[in-house]
């Protein structure tokens, strides 16, 4: 068991990484009061999950006064021929990805929870000015509590490891083989807006109800590929 506490994220590489997706939100601050990890047995690690344990994560987002140019680190993607790859994967130019191994089977056991996750996100209205007044839009707030990431059997329900790699058992490990590794989140949510000087106003709330989300992941054996993803998500009104 090990943990670190009071780490601050950083927020260029953050914001690099999101302006790719999204140009209209920049991270001001990123906290989070503790991380720990559990290993309930080291002598097992391809059956016993290991549990990542984050307690409070406080994220503050505003609204840029500029944007990042979306043509900046976009790397030119190269097409090769089928035997060009060939090629290049024995001259040793690209490595070729190994069979699906142990460090792939810890990582689809980890679990991870989160007792709660704030996020603010600040526009800044016509004037663009970060000079509180009449004219600065209320903030957005979203709380999201008791985040729970854990592996599940076929049926959805949380199970022992043994149980949960239980219908991968009989699937073969030649060129045809694949995994089936079922996953679930779970989390209570609650989003509001809070008006400058004033107490925020509940828009949606999931406090008495918590969101579902059921994935699906297919891998191939040969060389750890995912072959397919499939959500389904339950959200209470």
């Keep these: ?6 780490v601050e994220l950083n927020c260029v590489f953050l914001n690099e990484t999101a302006s790719k997706i999204s140009p209209l939100l920049e991270f001001e601050s990123v906290h989070v009061s503790k991380i720990s990890f559990h290993v309930s047995s080291w002598t097992n690690l391809r059956k016993a999950p290991i549990i990542v344990d984050i307690e409070h994560v406080k994220a503050s987002v505003v609204e840029p006064f500029h944007f990042l140019d979306e043509r900046a680190g976009r790397k030119s993607i190269q097409q090769v021929t089928r035997e060009q790859l060939v090629l290049m994967i024995r001259d040793g130019i690209l490595k070729a990805r190994g069979a699906y191994n142990l460090f792939d089977r810890i990582l689809d056991n980890l679990s991870v929870e989160v007792s709660s996750i704030q996020i603010s996100f600040q526009p800044y209205g016509k004037f663009k000015t970060r000079r509180p007044g009449p004219w600065t839009p209320p903030a957005w707030q979203m709380n999201l509590a008791n985040i729970r990431f854990v592996s599940v059997n ?17 699937r073969s490990s030649g060129s045809g083989g694949a995994l089936l590794i079922y996953k679930k989140c779970e989390m209570e949510y609650k989003i509001a807006i809070k008006p400058l000087n004033g107490d925020p106003i509940p828009l949606v709330t999931g406090r008495d109800n918590k969101m579902e989300v059921q994935v699906a992941i297919k891998r191939r054996i040969r060389d750890g590929e995912v072959l397919a993803v499939q959500i389904d998500s339950t959200i209470p009104k």
């Design 1 to 6: 068991k090990g943990e670190i506490r009071d």
């Design 154 to 170: 076929e049926y959805g329900q949380e199970a022992p490891p043994e149980e949960v790699w239980r219908h991968n058992h009989h």
